[in-house]
Nanobody
Framework: QVQLVESGGGLVQAGGSLRLSCAAS????????MGWFRQAPGKEREFVAG????????GYGDSAKGRFTISRDNAKNTVYLQMNSLKPEDTAVYLC????????????????WGQGTQVTVSL
């Protein structure tokens, strides 16, 4: 079992940065691949970034490439999403998710989800 709690969201101006954190409980975190997704009102859940259990493999959605960086600290049971050069279209609820195989860009492949943290980017 993995329980996930996101934090670090907030209101930021366009061009600014935020770092999201996802704290996990459960001894299986260090063996879990993690993903960040986002969902804006009226839109489908969108893949943002994924990372394997050891950080050896990462992947990004098109909207995140070159601006966002996913990382993890297994000693702290935490995965991070550093977001730079934020744009108004990045406004969404950001959710982290866990699964026990490699990271995936498909939401249905994850069995554990946090509640999400709101990110709002203003002009």
């Amino acid at each position: 079992q993995v329980q996930l709690v996101e934090s670090g969201g907030g209101l930021v101006q366009a061009g600014g940065s935020l770092r999201l954190s996802c704290a996990a409980s459960g001894r299986t975190f260090s063996r879990s691949a993690m993903g960040w997704f986002r969902q804006a009102p009226g839109k489908e859940r969108e893949f943002v970034a994924g990372i394997n259990w050891d950080g050896g493999s990462t992947g990004y959605g098109d909207s995140a490439k070159g601006r966002f960086t996913i990382s993890r600290d297994n000693a702290k049971n935490t995965v991070y999403l550093q977001m730079n050069s934020l744009k108004p279209e990045d406004t969404a609820v950001y959710l982290c998710a866990a699964r026990f195989t490699a990271w995936s860009g498909i939401p249905a492949n994850y069995g554990y989800w946090g509640q999400g943290t709101q990110v709002t980017v203003s002009l």
